[in-house]
């Protein structure tokens, strides 16, 4: 297996842009994290979802911020509008529900100009 | 609520031994893991540790528990500079939350 894969790797935008974030799951997982890192709030879990299904999404800064599962094995979180207060290293996670043992993407730099 | 707390700064010579400690919340903590981030990278998980054991050796690796203090620590033998990085613990209770992470600084 080829790893959790997200999509960019790095994503440059003006403020005001959508931007999609992408991620795939490791074959078999159940369960998948977004974390935004920046260095002030380090690592924040923005949402997480089982089975397809999100369970918590108190973490997503505000209505800007939305995640879906269209299927068992890809993720996306989008940003629209974006702003520079976004500017962070999303990373995603999966794991299976019964361990929680997550692995993560090598994550996407966003930066918002 | 869940919080989990580690010291932000750890520096030790090379060849000693590092101890990472962890303070975490949430008793109902199914698992608890440690993960190692090098600069420009994701997080890598190192090693866990089921909330029902008390120690875990891996290697140069080892872990222990006190679940009555809700205390975690993280020892590395013979630390080496390709350990410098930041470590982070995180517990899982059907969500993962981490700690703010130790950076581990090894000096030859």
């Known amino acids: 297996d080829a790893g959790v894969i997200q999509s960019p790797r790095h994503e440059v935008t003006e403020m005001g842009q959508e931007v999609t974030l992408r991620c795939k799951l490791i074959?078999?997982?159940?369960?998948l994290f977004w974390y935004r890192q920046t260095m002030m709030r380090g690592l924040e879990l923005l949402i997480y979802?089982?089975?397809?299904?999100?369970?918590?999404d108190s973490g997503m800064p505000e209505d800007r911020f939305s995640a879906k599962m269209p299927n068992a094995s890809f993720s996306t979180l989008k940003i629209q509008p974006s702003e520079p207060r976004d500017s962070a290293v999303y990373f995603c996670?999966?794991?299976?529900?019964?361990?929680?043992?997550?692995?993560f993407g090598q994550g996407t730099r966003l930066t918002v100009v | 609520g869940e919080d989990v707390e580690q010291s932000l700064f750890l520096s030790v010579r090379e060849g000693d031994s590092s101890v990472i400690n962890c303070t975490y919340t949430d008793s109902s903590s199914t698992y608890l893991y440690w993960y190692k981030q090098e600069p420009g990278a994701g997080l890598q998980l190192l090693t866990y540790?089921?909330?029902?054991?008390d120690m875990k050796q891996d290697q140069r690796l080892t872990v222990l528990l006190n679940k009555k203090d809700k205390h975690l620590s993280l020892r590395i033998a013979d630390t080496q500079t390709g350990d410098s990085a930041i470590y982070f613990c995180?517990?899982?209770?059907?969500?993962?939350?981490f700690g703010q992470g130790t950076t581990l600084q090894v000096k030859p």
């Open positions: 979802f089982n089975n397809n299904v999100p369970i918590d």
């Open positions: 996670a999966s794991s299976s529900s019964s361990t929680g043992r997550a692995f």
């Open positions: 995180a517990e899982y209770t059907g969500k993962l939350i």
């Open positions: 074959s078999g997982h159940n369960s």
């Open positions: 540790i089921f909330s029902n054991m």
